[in-house]
């Protein structure tokens, strides 16, 4: 039986988040009562010796959650493939059949033009603007 489980994305094994919320409960529960005792005999005003405990109750919570952080590592597993110029034009197909046109990449600002170099999809993206091009040629001479 697994005991890791998907919650906000990301996968934790559930003996740590319940440790992770009892030590949130135990932190923070303590804190705001000690705090409401404490705000209750030195604040007049009732309202802001409330609002004064449940802020260093939510203080504690923040602690609680760095403490929990570091003692339970995430459980995800991340791979890493080389990126060929095959696979990043299979992403930018799909990008495209989401709906939209190839740019011209010599239409791009200089920054872009650099960046996308750098990314190395410049020349990918270039190929299938001549691609696209070619195509509605095509389909132009086609219907002609």
Do not use: N
């Amino acid at each position: 039986m697994s005991r890791l489980i998907e919650v906000w994305g990301d996968t934790v094994d559930t003996r740590h988040l319940g440790a992770s919320i009892a030590l949130g409960a135990g932190i923070a529960t303590p804190t705001f009562l000690l705090g409401r005792r404490l705000f209750r005999a030195t604040v007049e005003d009732q309202t802001l010796a409330q609002s004064y405990a449940l802020l260093l109750g939510l203080g504690a919570c923040l602690v609680a959650a760095f403490i929990a952080a570091r003692l339970f590592k995430p459980k995800r597993i991340v791979t890493q493939t080389a990126a060929t110029a095959e696979s990043r034009r299979e992403a930018l197909d799909a990008i495209a059949a989401d709906g939209g046109e190839w740019t011209d990449p010599a239409d791009l600002s200089v920054e872009v033009r650099d960046e996308l170099r750098q990314l190395g999809l410049y020349d990918v993206l270039k190929q299938a603007h001549l691609d696209a091009e070619s195509e509605a040629g095509d389909r132009q001479e086609t219907r002609s």
